[in-house]
């Protein structure tokens, strides 16, 4: 990984990776706004902007690039990314450098684009109310535990001043993965490079808990738990995700298979927001929820087992090789939003002392039948 001027040196920051093949590349400006950093006014704004600055990219352009291209906007961090050849990436930059700093389209155009996120807050929002039961049980008021699924109702000044509050070079990271030209990107992205100084103070990272916490919601069968961990413990907790809930080799996936009532749909998926790493633990059928958990407090009684170590470390080296082709998957590592995987394999005790941490400030959210 190459890493440009750091945004000290009044540029924006610039993370390359070269990979193969070499006539493609993925591209993202990565810009550390969203959820997290909304004022009480502005819930919504990230993510009405994300939407604001796709639009305004020139359809014909998009055309050439291939048509990959696509923003997100979450917890901490608003992103614009694109697979497409690795000559286009400048032009692609360029693009998304002038949509981001142009004038808002007119108050009309923004409530059309308003209309056109309920469809998606509808889609998001089951999972939404699950996972904000577990954060507000974790976290209490942290700005963490806030409702990603929420109605822009700000008007076009709203989002102009929320943009112009966050909206400054030390706070954009530019990756890309692929034989690009780091010195033409630095170049097409100058304009970003004049934008002003971050005079924003970041929340401070939640406090975790110490003891396991309840909820429950009125939803659909099911029961979910948030393990929430320290960031540091993330080459652990990764380890820990593939031997409990990997769909074909974990532990949790193969027990709840050969239950007596088998086929509980199990997922596990690893965030991380705010300083700290969220593990998210997902049962279809609340009734399994206990067959989950006497697993894992078998693997803290047993620990992890050779052949089950060997598995993991064989996994995560194929992964690694896996991972260099995954243009588009390596944009988050570059940019710092998430960690990148480690080299080697944490011992035994170690496995077991991180699941016995995060087990023991686990919240569980259980669904009932809806009203």
């Known amino acids: 990984m190459a890493h440009e001027p750091a945004p000290d040196d009044g540029a924006i920051a610039i993370r390359t990776a070269p990979a193969a093949p070499a006539e493609v590349a993925a591209v993202a400006l990565w810009w550390r706004a969203g959820r997290l950093h909304e004022g009480a006014d502005e819930a919504g704004a990230a993510h009405l902007l994300e939407h ?59 409530a059309g684009e308003t209309r056109v996120l ?79 100084a971050d005079a924003i103070i970041e929340p401070p990272p939640p406090l975790l808990p110490t003891v396991p916490g309840r909820a429950a919601i009125t939803a659909a069968d099911g029961c979910l738990w948030l393990l929430p961990f320290a960031s540091a ?23 709840l298979r050969n239950a007596p009532e088998p086929g509980y749909a199990l997922h596990s998926e690893i965030e991380y927001a705010a300083g700290i790493g969220l593990w998210w633990l997902w049962l279809d059928q609340r009734r399994a929820a206990p067959v989950l958990a006497e ?12 052949p089950e170590l060997a598995d993991a470390a064989a996994l995560r080296s194929a992964r690694a090789t896996l991972d260099g082709a995954d243009l588009t998957g390596r944009l988050a590592v570059l940019a710092g939003a998430r960690p990148a995987l480690a080299e080697t394999l944490p011992t035994a005790a170690t496995l077991v002392a991180t699941l016995a941490g995060c087990w023991g400030r686990r919240v569980q959210v259980e669904g009932g039948a809806p009203a």
Request: charged share 20%.
């Open 52 to 110: 604001l600055v796709c639009d305004a990219l020139p359809r014909h352009r998009v055309a050439r690039w291939g048509g990959a291209v696509n923003g997100q906007s979450g917890r901490e961090w608003t992103v614009w990314h694109a697979l497409l050849p690795a000559t286009q990436a400048p032009e692609f930059i360029a693009a998304l450098a002038g949509a981001l700093a142009a004038p808002l389209p007119d108050a009309a155009a923004i």
């Open 295 to 306: 697993e894992i407090e078998t693997g803290l009684e047993c620990g992890f087992s050779a």
């Open 118 to 196: 309920a469809a998606e807050r509808a889609a998001a929002k089951v999972r939404d109310d699950w996972e904000l039961a577990a954060l507000r049980a974790a976290f209490g008021d942290h700005p963490l535990a806030r409702s990603l699924v929420v109605a822009p109702g700000a008007g076009r000044e709203v989002v102009e001043r929320f943009r112009a509050r966050l909206l400054c070079r030390s706070r954009l990271v530019l990756t890309a993965a692929g034989r690009v030209d780091a010195t033409a990107l630095r170049a097409v992205a100058a304009p970003l490079a004049g934008l002003g």
């Open 233 to 255: 413990q993330s080459a652990a907790v990764e380890t820990l995700s593939d031997l409990l809930a990997h769909p074909l080799l974990g532990r949790l996936s193969r027990r």
